[in-house]
């Protein structure tokens, strides 16, 4: 009789992981999404960090404003950045010379972000920006 009762105690468990799976699986799905469309985005600012830099580098190098922005565009679209714009200024009193990159960025699951409790423009804007010193 007491194994009876204990089998029957295991028989009114059965189904309770499926529900709780069944209520964890939307969470880990938003939770998994979301963290590949801000990695995603991260990517790109890493990209667009990288263009500004080598933009800044050769407009330091060959003073040469037009040539600096071409060399960045180019670099943030070799990365796949397709819109990239690029601005170079100076040098400024202190002999600083400034590359500002910038490009869209469009989320996969804009959507998601309700759930969160956020919302964010589709596309964003992401922005770089590189001063560097000329030297001589």
Request: include cysteine; proline fraction near 4%.
């Amino acid at each position: 009789m007491n194994a009876w009762r204990r089998l029957r105690r295991v028989t009114n468990q059965r189904g309770v992981e499926l529900i709780e799976f069944a209520i964890v699986l939307p969470l880990l799905l938003v939770l998994t999404l979301t963290v590949v469309d801000f990695s995603r985005a991260f990517f790109m600012k890493s990209i667009l960090t990288a263009a500004a830099r080598e933009g800044a580098r050769l407009a330091v190098v060959t003073n040469d404003p037009a040539a600096a922005q071409t060399r960045a565009v180019d670099v943030a679209k070799s990365g796949g950045v397709t819109d990239a714009s690029s601005t170079v200024t100076g040098p400024d009193a202190n002999k600083f010379m400034e590359c500002d990159v910038s490009g869209n960025f469009t989320f996969l699951y804009p959507g998601l972000f309700g759930w969160l409790g956020n919302s964010f423009s589709n596309p964003m804007l992401l922005t770089a920006s590189v001063s560097m010193r000329k030297e001589g």
